[in-house]
C-alpha cells in the first residue's frame, strides 16, 4: 500500500527535511527492524510524537504498535562486555531511546521493571487511540461533524471543557489534539460506546462482553500513566484483552467509516 501522503507531509514538515533526507531516516530504521517502507515512515511519526489515528486505521495502528515494541526491546539490549560488570545491587538499563538509568540512583528492582513494561505502553497507547479513532468516525458518519455536542455525556463535555481551558494556559506545551475525543480518557470512551451502543452494536457485538474488557483495562492503563510496574497477571490481561480487541477491529474494519 501507499504511504498516507498526509502524514507523511505532516512528517516532513516536523522534521523540516527532504523527502530523500526523510527516505535516509526510514531505511536506518528498515536495517534495525524488518518493516516496509511505509510501516516505517509511521514508526518515524510515532517516534516524533504525530498523532498515527488521525490519519491511520485500527489494524495498521496495531501494526505500528508491534513493530514499535519490538525497536524498543531491541534499544534495551545493552552490549555484553567479558571485562566489565555491574556490581551487586546496580543496574543500567535502556529504555527507548532515553540515555540509561544511573547506576546506584534506582535499586536493580526498578531498572528490571522499566524493561519488563517498556513494551506495555505501545499497546496502550494504540488501543485507546484505536478506539478514539473508531468513536470519532462512527458517529461522525451516523451524527454529523456536531457529534461530540449531540452524544458526549454532559460531565464529559465539562471535564474535557476544563481540560481544554488548563492546556490553553499554558501555550508552549503541545495540544492533546485538534478534536475533544483526544481529551477523553480510557473510562471516557467506555462510556460514549456504551451510551450510543446503537451505533457500535454491529462492530464490538457483546455490549457485556465489551463493557468488561474495558473496565479490566482501566486499572493497568492507569498504573501505567503513574509510571508504575503491573503485576503479571495484570499484565496478562492486559496482553490478552489487547490481542481480542484489536483481532476484533481488524475482522470488522469494513463497519467502521
Given amino acids: 500500500m501507499a504511504t498516507n501522503r498526509r502524514l507523511r507531509n505532516a512528517l516532513l514538515k516536523t522534521l523540516n527535511v527532504t523527502p530523500q533526507r526523510l527516505s535516509q531516516k526510514v531505511q536506518a530504521l528498515k536495517a534495525v527492524q524488518p518493516m516496509t517502507t511505509e510501516e516505517g515512515t509511521y514508526v518515524l511519526a510515532h517516534q516524533h510524537r504525530l498523532d498515527l489515528s488521525k ?26 562486555s567479558s571485562t566489565a560488570r555491574p556490581s551487586s545491587g546496580t543496574r543500567s538499563v535502556r529504555v527507548g531511546s532515553a540515555p540509561p538509568v544511573a547506576a546506584g540512583i534506582l535499586p536493580p528492582s526498578v531498572a528490571k521493571d522499566a524493561a519488563r513494561m517498556s513494551d506495555v505502553y505501545p499497546k496502550l497507547y494504540v488501543l485507546e487511540n484505536a478506539l478514539r479513532s473508531v468513536i470519532h ?121
Fill in 55 to 80: 490519519y491511520l486505521d485500527a489494524a495498521m495502528l496495531a501494526r505500528i504498535g508491534d513493530i514499535v515494541s519490538k525497536l524498543g526491546g531491541e534499544r534495551q539490549r545493552e552490549p555484553r
Fill in 137 to 257: 468516525r462512527v458517529l461522525k458518519s451516523a451524527v454529523g461533524d456536531d457529534w461530540w455536542q449531540k452524544c458526549a455525556p454532559p460531565a464529559l463535555k465539562k471535564t474535557v471543557d476544563s481540560r481544554k481551558a488548563g492546556e490553553s494556559k499554558k501555550p508552549w506545551h503541545g495540544r492533546r489534539g485538534a478534536h475533544e475525543i483526544y481529551y477523553s480518557d480510557f473510562k471516557d470512551l467506555r462510556c460514549i460506546i456504551i451510551g450510543q451502543w446503537p451505533h457500535f452494536r454491529e462492530i464490538f457485538g457483546d455490549q457485556h462482553r465489551l463493557s468488561q474488557q474495558l473496565d479490566d483495562l482501566e486499572h493497568p492503563r492507569n498504573i501505567v500513566a503513574h509510571n508504575n510496574p503491573l503485576k503479571k497477571r495484570d499484565l496478562d490481561r492486559l496482553n490478552l484483552h489487547f490481542g481480542d480487541l484489536m483481532d476484533l477491529l481488524k475482522a470488522k474494519r469494513g463497519l467502521i467509516p
